[in-house]
């Protein structure tokens, strides 16, 4: 194993520096080669970090070392560009989605298998210490009995957003709007820390962007242990406010608002019992300034990245496992899907 892990990117746009920085921010990675069909958009990140430049993807593992590719190419091209990387004999972190269907998933699963290499799927938001904190104390059973688990998504993206980019907001490369691109990161998260999601019911549609897929949807769902939940997200919401995910049982209750926790209460920690009626909630959040993702893309802070990035070069280190593997990531989409379905047919949708 050498002693920098070499890295190498494809797709230069928007998420593509904030990979770049978190890999320059890593003592024992190197970021070697970066490819775009768009030759400028290689050059422009090759220059800032000292990589070289290539204009395909195929090029770039054919005249490369590397141990690992990051795929940050739009979202109905994640499986052709990781199964080339990974029949290649590379590592690879995807961006999320990993994919837009679950056949295609499915088909890199199996090439993961194949060529034995390890593949994670960004959601950096597993990575962050309010999120870590909740899922320690779930496992410790501190919420008592889960009952109700909430996601509010009320973000904004300007028309201008959606025709940034010829794929965005479509179905065949997005694979769907707000919640296929958007909300997964917190639809996943919901996921994790309630457990898996039985059945649902939605309704999604299109109110404030010219474009094929949704910008508003909502869900009602029934977890497989029994509690009930609900998603909300637009990205119609102006200016775009702080993501909020809610989590309720009858022992403790949790708010991570902005990727923060702005609210804790376990009865464990009481010195008294609550009585009959509960108490109000005094919950204070401390407002992050300035922009956040829930209204500019752009904004995004490289931190979390750097520490998924970590955590699957120790999965390589140590030939283990990293968090988000290919089968966590698959979950989030699925129940994306379901949703769609649900809206579409009007029906419960319940997943296997
Ligand atoms: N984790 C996050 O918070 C986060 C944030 C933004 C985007 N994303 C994900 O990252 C991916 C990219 O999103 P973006 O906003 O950076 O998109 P983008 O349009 O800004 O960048 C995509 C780049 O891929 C290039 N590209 C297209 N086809 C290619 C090909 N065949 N070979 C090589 N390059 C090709 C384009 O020229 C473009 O430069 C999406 O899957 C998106 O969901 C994740």
């Not at 904190?133 to 959606?162: C, D, I, K, M």
């Not at 769907?176 to 039985?198: A, C, E």
């Not at 904004?299 to 390589?316: C, E, K, V």
């Not at 966590?328 to 769609?340: C, D, S, T």
Request: charged content about 20%; glycine content about 8%; hydrophobic content about 45%.
């Amino acid at each position: 194993m050498p002693e920098k892990l070499r890295f190498g990117i494809v797709g230069c746009g928007v998420i593509a520096s904030t990979h770049a920085e978190a890999i320059a921010s890593l003592p024992d990675a190197q970021l070697v080669a970066v490819a775009d069909i768009v030759p400028e958009c290689a050059q422009r990140l090759a220059s800032t970090y000292g990589a070289t430049a290539y204009t395909s993807i195929q090029a770039m593992l054919e005249d490369e070392t590397l141990d690992v590719v990051n795929i940050c190419t739009p979202s109905g091209l994640h499986r052709e560009h990781a199964c080339q990387a990974m029949r290649s004999g590379r590592h690879v972190i995807i961006e999320k989605p990993m994919e837009i269907t679950l056949a295609a998933i499915d088909e890199m699963l199996h090439v993961q298998q194949e060529m034995g290499v390890k593949l994670t799927v960004i959601s950096q938001h597993r990575f962050d210490p309010a999120t870590q904190q909740v899922h320690t104390l779930l496992q410790e059973a501190a919420f008592g009995r889960l009952v109700l688990g909430n996601v509010l998504v009320p973000w904004w993206r300007s028309q201008a957003y959606y025709d940034s980019g010829a794929w965005r907001g479509t179905w065949a490369l997005d694979g769907g709007g707000v919640l296929m691109n958007q909300s997964i990161h917190s639809i996943d998260l919901l996921q994790w820390l309630m457990g898996p999601v039985h059945s649902i019911y939605a309704y999604t549609d299109g109110l404030a962007h010219r474009m094929e897929t949704e910008d508003v949807a909502v869900a009602v769902l029934r977890f497989a242990n029994g509690a009930l939940g609900t998603i909300a997200a637009t990205t119609g919401a102006y200016p775009g406010i702080a993501t909020r995910i809610e989590l309720f049982g009858d022992k403790g209750s949790a708010v991570i608002e902005n990727d923060a926790l702005s609210y804790l209460h376990l009865a464990r920690d009481d010195q008294e019992e609550v009585g009959a009626y509960g108490i109000a909630a005094t919950a204070n959040p401390q407002e992050k300034q300035g922009a956040t993702a829930a209204s500019n893309p752009a904004a995004l802070s490289s931190t979390s990245h750097t520490l998924q990035i970590a955590d699957m070069m120790r999965a390589i280190r140590e030939d283990g496992m990293p968090l988000v593997d290919g089968y966590a990531a698959r979950r989030p989409v699925e129940i994306i899907l379901g949703m769609y379905e649900a809206a579409r047919t009007q029906q419960k949708v319940i997943l296997s």
